[in-house]
């Protein structure tokens, strides 16, 4: 919306996803680092081709179809500190990591489907605070529509978030370790100065606490 020396102001909406949108994708060269396997994104991998197609099932709609994966991904991981990348085999071995691993073995997972898919890097909003966070981008039809398997919405992925660094991984997990993303962690302030939910738009007062949960309110 406006930028000075110091600070931007930006509006981020949670895209939609298109309804209808078929796959397999056709691979094509715009899309194929996406759709083809990789060190990190082991989607030839048979045990993890058969559980993608298991959790497909004979579901036709592209985001139906991710959404099965997400959802698979978020009740069967648990999350560890301990361990940041690690290969799509490792992680659903052992299903551990931090949310680096949810991401990618849900984009694995995608992939195996023939879905295109790509690892974020950026900030969520989450316990009242921005921090840094790692979530997976699906193509749905012509549109990458964010997909987080750690921090769980019904569809999605909520607008509270900053991208910063996207990556098929495909030269390895520098591209987004060890770029502009990292040189940004730790280095900027985020404040919310007003959010819009069901319809209705709320200012956000400077200096405000954040929401807190009592009970169910």
């Known amino acids: 919306l406006s930028q000075t020396e110091n600070e931007v102001i930006l509006e981020v909406r949670r895209p939609e ?6 796959f397999p994708a056709a691979k ?7 759709l083809e396997p990789n060190a990190i994104i082991q989607s030839d991998d048979a045990a993890i081709a058969r559980l993608a197609e298991e959790l497909v099932g004979s579901e036709s709609d592209a985001f139906k ?9 978020a009740e069967n991981m648990k999350f560890d500190l301990g361990i940041v990348f690690a290969p799509a085999t490792e992680i659903i071995r052992d299903r551990r990591g931090t ?7 849900l984009a694995t997972l995608a992939r195996a489907a023939g879905l295109p898919s790509r690892i974020v890097m950026g900030y969520v ?6 921090g840094g966070h790692a979530w997976a981008e699906i193509m749905i039809g012509d549109a990458w529509v964010p997909l987080d398997a750690a921090i769980v919405s019904a569809g999605v992925a ?3 978030r ?6 098929s991984l495909a030269g390895g997990i520098g591209e ?10 730790g280095q900027v302030g985020v404040e919310i100065l007003g959010f819009e939910t069901g319809g209705k738009a709320f200012s956000v007062a400077p200096g405000a606490p954040p929401f807190s949960i009592t009970g169910d309110l």
Do not use: H
């Open 17 to 22: 996803a298109v309804p209808g949108a078929v």
């Open 28 to 34: 094509t060269e715009d899309n194929r680092q996406y």
């Open 65 to 73: 179809a991710a959404l099965r994966l997400k959802r698979w991904v």
């Open 99 to 105: 949310c680096v691993g949810y991401a990618t073995l």
């Open 125 to 130: 909003y989450a316990l009242g605070m921005f």
């Open 158 to 160: 909520d607008a509270a």
């Open 162 to 167: 900053l991208s910063l660094a996207a990556s």
């Open 176 to 185: 987004i370790s060890l770029g502009a993303a990292q040189q940004v962690f």
